[in-house]
C-alpha cells in the first residue's frame, strides 16, 4: 500500500522562471514610443529622397534638343534618353526600398504597425521629393526661352522629366517587400508555451486512491 498524498504533496512545481533577456529579441515599446518611431522613419526617409534627386540629375540622360530660330526639335529623334530618365529613377529607387528597409529593421526589429507605416509613407515622400527636386535642379522648364537664350543651330538640353509616374512606387514597394521578408526572415519570434503540469505521473496515469 502506498500512503495517500498529502495536499502539499500534490502541489506543482515552481514554475519556471520567465526569460529576462528575451532571447536576443528587442521588445516592442509603448504605443506612444512606437508612433515616434514612426514618425523618425518617416522624416528619415523623405530626407533621403533629397539625397535620391540629387543622383537622379546627376545620372539620368539628358534629351538634347536643336532649334532652327522658329521651332525646337530633337537632335536625335531617335535617341532614348527620355526612357533612361523614367528608368533610372526607378532604378535608383528600388535600391533605395531595401536599403532604408534594412536600415529602418536593423533600428527597430520588433517592428509594430506605426513604424511600417512610417516607413511606407516616407518612401511615398521620399519618391515625390526625388521627383520635384530633380526637376527643379535639371534644365530649365521653359523650352522656348531657353532656345532663344543659346542661339540657333545650338545644342542644349530638355527639362528633366518623370513621364512614368509609376516609378514614384518603386520605392515604397521595395521598401515593403524587403521590410516584410527580413521581418520573416529575422523578426522576433513569439515565446513558445510553458508546458502544463497536471500533478501526476504521466507514466502511471493512477491517482492514490487507486494505488
Given at each position: 500500500?502506498?500512503?495517500?498524498?498529502?495536499?502539499?504533496?500534490?502541489?506543482?512545481?515552481?514554475?519556471?522562471?520567465?526569460?529576462?533577456?528575451?532571447?536576443?529579441?528587442?521588445?516592442?515599446?509603448?504605443?506612444?514610443?512606437?508612433?515616434?518611431?514612426?514618425?523618425?522613419?518617416?522624416?528619415?526617409?523623405?530626407?533621403?529622397?533629397?539625397?535620391?534627386?540629387?543622383?537622379?540629375?546627376?545620372?539620368?540622360?539628358?534629351?538634347?534638343?536643336?532649334?532652327?530660330?522658329?521651332?525646337?526639335?530633337?537632335?536625335?529623334?531617335?535617341g532614348e534618353q527620355a526612357i533612361g530618365a523614367d528608368g533610372w529613377f526607378a532604378l535608383m529607387g528600388l535600391g533605395f526600398g531595401v536599403l532604408t528597409a534594412a536600415a529602418v529593421f536593423w533600428w527597430r526589429r520588433?517592428?509594430?504597425?506605426?513604424?511600417?507605416?512610417?516607413?511606407?509613407?516616407?518612401?511615398?515622400?521620399?519618391?515625390?521629393?526625388?521627383?520635384?527636386?530633380?526637376?527643379?535642379?535639371?534644365?530649365?522648364?521653359?523650352?522656348?526661352?531657353?532656345?532663344?537664350?543659346?542661339?540657333?543651330?545650338?545644342?542644349?538640353?530638355?527639362?528633366?522629366?518623370?513621364?512614368?509616374?509609376?516609378?514614384?512606387?518603386?520605392?515604397?514597394?521595395?521598401?515593403?517587400?524587403?521590410?516584410?521578408?527580413?521581418?520573416?526572415?529575422?523578426?522576433?519570434?513569439?515565446?513558445?508555451?510553458?508546458?502544463?503540469?497536471d500533478g501526476w505521473s504521466a507514466g502511471s496515469g493512477e491517482t492514490p486512491e487507486q494505488r
Amino acid at each position: 500500500m502506498t500512503a495517500p498524498l498529502s495536499p502539499h504533496d500534490q502541489q506543482p512545481p515552481n514554475p519556471p522562471a520567465p526569460d529576462t533577456d528575451g532571447g536576443g529579441a528587442q521588445e516592442r515599446p509603448p504605443l506612444g514610443g512606437e508612433l515616434r518611431d514612426g514618425a523618425i522613419a518617416a522624416a528619415a526617409l523623405a530626407v533621403c529622397g533629397l539625397v535620391l534627386g540629387l543622383l537622379w540629375v546627376w545620372l539620368a540622360p539628358r534629351i538634347p534638343l536643336i532649334s532652327d530660330g522658329s521651332a525646337v526639335y530633337l537632335k536625335n529623334s531617335e535617341g532614348e534618353q527620355a526612357i533612361g530618365a523614367d528608368g533610372w529613377f526607378a532604378l535608383m529607387g528600388l535600391g533605395f526600398g531595401v536599403l532604408t528597409a534594412a536600415a529602418v529593421f536593423w533600428w527597430r526589429r520588433a517592428g509594430g504597425v506605426a513604424v511600417v507605416v512610417g516607413l511606407a509613407v516616407g518612401a511615398v515622400l521620399g519618391s515625390v521629393i526625388a521627383w520635384r527636386l530633380g526637376v527643379a535642379l535639371g534644365p530649365t522648364q521653359n523650352v522656348v526661352a531657353h532656345a532663344k537664350a543659346v542661339g540657333p543651330n545650338k545644342v542644349f538640353y530638355a527639362p528633366l522629366e518623370l513621364r512614368a509616374k509609376g516609378a514614384l512606387l518603386a520605392w515604397p514597394v521595395a521598401a515593403m517587400a524587403t521590410f516584410l521578408a527580413l521581418t520573416s526572415g529575422f523578426g522576433p519570434r513569439d515565446p513558445e508555451p510553458t508546458p502544463h503540469w497536471d500533478g501526476w505521473s504521466a507514466g502511471s496515469g493512477e491517482t492514490p486512491e487507486q494505488r
